[in-house]
């Protein structure tokens, strides 16, 4: 039967717009999602806790009720043999083109790496180093995938961090997706554990007997994932929030309508993902319908990619290209794709609020999901508002240098003091005052 997606295309000229935008925004937003999920974030927590309490007990028991996999303590941490046996079976073309993405990530994520900047030689500056333990979320339930464990690690390893863990569910024959543990390999990684989901968040933020607690967790994952890093929040660190990847794409009359489309089912194939086409061009919009009805049957995962366009995703027309830019900075999407010709890279300065931007018609997002060096985890339910993609720099902590001389000190010791006394903390201003009276 032919596909019809008329469902999804709206135009600000339809009477219900404002309700479907309205409808749109907010089932993409942070507020829906924590409202929607109250139930969850409620048994997320009890894991939580029942992690604190009773450690690796409690983490075996979650694991064989909700990954079905029944483990020893001893048992989660995957020998370092089974990481080289994983190694050794990946293809050298595999493998160069693994080496080939973690060559590009490393070479980007150096180049904006602020930890070697330390300014401390003045009055005041500023020293960064390292986080010392980081523990990497890498999904493995719907889809492994491996590529995440380059766009998370890279960037720690570039920063410094001495012990990198990765955690991933044992959804592959009670263990990890071979090429994961084969590419932990190659990274140097040797500490990786076969548990998912809040329980191994919670195992990373409080420790257990067997799992050294990390100063940050960083990575994607499922809802269960997202809430326990909230959870585990101010025990350590965490990155944004990343979970359902979504992509909106600002097009003109310019778009090849084919490639639109391919770029939209490429995130709705992620199951769940969201793509969302904003144009001031109907005519895209109706070329856009068409071609994503005639691509999607033809993927490997059709059925699922459907339910994400029909769920999730949308092509609205704008009034005008101000009115689509509006749009997207009010979406706040995780990927932004411009695709507007030569006009491209002067909408995409318009842009205030993406987690990343890909501009003209040769970056699909898939280029940044595997290739080109920023980090692919990026926030998502329009987060991008206040978070960010990680990077090296999400690895390392800074500590304030303050650093005065007698002179220095001097020179200002009364108007310090006073604000002091403002305070009425006399005691920060004799601190001051008893270095007047040498
Ligand atoms: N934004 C990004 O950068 C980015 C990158 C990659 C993946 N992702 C997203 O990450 C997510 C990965 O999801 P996934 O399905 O692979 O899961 P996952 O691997 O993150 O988590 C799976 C674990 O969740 C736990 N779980 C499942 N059902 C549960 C239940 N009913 N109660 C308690 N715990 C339960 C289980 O322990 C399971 O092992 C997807 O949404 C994907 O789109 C985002
Ligand atoms: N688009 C996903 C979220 O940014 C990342 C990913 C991994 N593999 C393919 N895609
Ligand atoms: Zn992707």
Do not use: G, K, P, Y
């Given at each position: 039967m032919a596909i019809d997606l008329s469902d999804i295309v709206f135009s600000y000229a339809d009477a219900d717009f404002q309700a479907r935008f309205d409808s749109l925004m907010s089932e993409h937003s942070m507020s829906a999602f924590l409202r929607e999920k109250a139930g969850i974030a409620a048994g997320v927590r009890d894991i939580v806790a029942a992690v604190a309490r009773r450690g690796d007990a409690a983490v075996a028991e979650f694991t064989a009720k909700f990954d079905g996999v029944e483990m020893t303590p001893q048992q989660f941490r995957v020998p370092e043999e089974e990481l080289e046996k994983a190694y050794d079976e990946l293809s050298p073309e595999l493998l160069d083109n693994l080496r080939g993405a973690i060559g590009n990530v490393g070479e980007y994520q150096k180049a904006i790496f602020i930890g070697n900047r330390s300014e401390d030689s003045g009055r005041v500056g500023i020293r960064y180093r390292p986080l010392k333990r980081v523990g990497l979320c890498i999904p493995g339930a719907s889809a492994p995938l491996p590529s995440t464990v380059i766009m998370t690690a890279v960037p720690a390893i570039v920063a410094g961090v001495?012990?990198?863990v990765v955690i991933s569910p044992p959804r592959f024959n009670n263990s990890i997706n071979p090429v994961i543990l084969g590419l932990c390999h190659e990274l140097g990684i040797t500490e990786v554990y076969r548990i998912g989901g809040a329980q191994a968040v919670a195992a990373l933020g409080w420790g257990t007997e067997t799992i050294k607690p990390v100063d940050k967790i960083v990575g994607p994952g499922n809802d269960y994932v997202q809430l326990a890093k909230k959870e585990v929040f101010g025990l350590c660190d965490m990155d944004s929030f990343a979970g359902p990847?979504?992509?909106?794409?600002?097009?003109d009359d310019?778009?090849?309508?084919?490639?639109?489309?391919?770029?939209?089912l490429s995130q709705a194939e992620h199951y769940p993902g969201a793509a969302i086409l904003v144009t001031p061009s109907s005519g895209l919009a109706a070329k856009v319908q068409s071609e994503l009805e005639r691509q999607v049957g033809q993927l490997d995962r059709s059925k699922e990619t459907l339910e994400c366009l029909r769920t999730y995703s949308a092509v609205v027309v704008m009034k005008d290209m101000d009115a689509a830019v509006g749009f997207a900075n009010h979406?706040?999407?995780e990927h932004l794709e411009v695709q507007c010709g030569v006009n491209s890279r002067a909408v995409a300065e318009r842009i205030d609020n993406a987690g990343a931007i890909f501009i003209g018609d040769y970056s699909p997002v898939a280029v940044g999901d595997y290739w080109a060096g920023p980090s692919?985890?990026?926030p998502t339910r329009q987060s991008s508002r206040y978070f960010s993609a990680v990077t090296s720099n999400d690895f390392v902590k800074s500590s304030s240098i303050i650093e005065y001389s007698k002179e220095q000190l001097l020179a200002d010791a009364d108007r310090i003091a006073m604000l002091a006394m403002t305070e009425g903390l006399d005691a920060h201003a004799k601190s001051i005052k008893i270095r007047q009276q040498q």
């Open positions: 001495e012990d990198i990847s979504d992509v909106l794409i600002v097009a310019s778009a090849n309508a084919a490639w639109t489309a391919a770029d939209m979406f706040a999407a692919h985890t990026l």
